[in-house]
């Protein structure tokens, strides 16, 4: 088939990679180049964040732990597979997630090895993903295969459907203009990258759910989070913000509190009441695959998602 995938965060290139592999003849059109999407400010940790049906969620991020586990042996993907933990101020059950993860992986942390004011955590080794390396990646491995990307701005998505067999939606937040979806909630999530200073785990504690506390290392930088404002679209950097993130992110990680900041990003979480992955058949017979919503989870889920795409492409035609 002839397919024209609409957007370039991490969705739209992991849904062209997987359909280029498929066989078809895939072109990406984009208003915004990767390095300039919401997914180049991602921490990319893979967690399912924000982002619903738990049952297809766990089945989309137990595809993405295992592509991502597998790109991690190439060392230009940008993914490593890092241990890290989740804290929690009250006891827990295991996450809704687990199933997503190998056997055996999650495992409790004693509770004398809890930092001052945790009743409970949990351990995990996870992929993580530096997004600049990895979209450049993406990129560079479509590019490779022949598939073509145009940055223009798209209004509807049948102003990108000509010569096209089908569209694959891949516009995350931008879907409430080009097929009207007023589900999709803004997300506004704030973050301080910081020099490396040999930190090799990560550490997340989300017991406020608005001023969420991650620490996340890279090879050369550490993203340190972060915030999570529902139906807030400033792009603008908070400083007053930003020194309380790096205080919270201090008090779990103290090596971070006087790290070098180099550089302060802001992005927009696509949240949705469940992620939209389905086909539609558009009048005249145009076939749309929707693929969107996927709150802050879209590194978590974009492999494993973009498997489905191929598959309902496959049996929708």
Not at 108 to 123: C, H, M, Q, T, V
Not at 139 to 152: M, W, Y
Not at 264 to 274: E, I, Q, T
């Amino acid at each position: 088939m002839r397919i024209t995938v609409v957007g370039a965060g991490i969705i739209g290139l992991s849904c062209g990679l997987r359909l280029r592999e498929a066989g078809h003849t895939v072109r990406i059109v984009a208003a915004a180049p990767s390095v300039k999407t919401t997914s180049s400010v991602a921490a990319a940790l893979w967690y399912p964040y924000r982002a619903l049906p738990e049952g297809a969620v766990t089945r989309w991020a137990a595809g993405g732990f295992t592509a991502l586990t597998d790109l991690a042996e190439d060392p230009g993907s940008g993914v490593r597979l890092l241990p890290g933990r989740e804290l929690f101020r009250a006891p827990a059950p295991d996450p809704w997630w687990h199933d997503a993860v190998p056997a055996g992986s999650l495992r409790r942390i004693a509770p004398g090895k809890l930092p001052p004011g945790y009743a409970d955590g949990f351990e995990l080794t996870v992929p993580v993903v530096d997004m600049g390396t990895h979209l450049d990646w993406l990129t560079g491995r479509l590019h490779g295969l022949g598939v073509s990307c145009l940055h223009q701005q798209v209004s509807d998505l049948d102003s990108v459907a000509a010569d096209a067999d089908a569209v694959v939606n891949c516009t995350g937040l931008g879907a409430r203009d080009v097929c009207g979806d007023d589900a999709l909630v803004p997300v506004r999530g704030q973050v301080v990258v910081v020099e490396q200073v040999g930190l090799d785990r990560w550490t997340l504690d989300q017991s406020d759910p608005q001023q969420l506390t991650y620490v996340v290392p890279r090879s050369r930088t550490i993203v340190l989070g972060g915030t999570a404002d529902e139906n807030d679209e400033d792009l603008t950097v908070r400083p007053d913000v930003a020194d309380q993130i790096v205080a919270r992110c201090a008090a779990v990680a103290p090596q971070v509190a006087n790290a070098r900041i180099l550089a302060h990003r802001v992005g927009l979480r696509p949240a949705r009441p469940s992620v939209r992955l389905a086909a539609e058949h558009r009048p005249g017979g145009r076939l749309v695959v929707h693929c969107y919503g996927h709150g802050g989870a879209g590194v978590t889920l974009a492999y494993g998602c973009a498997g489905d795409v191929v598959r309902l492409l496959d049996t929708a035609r």
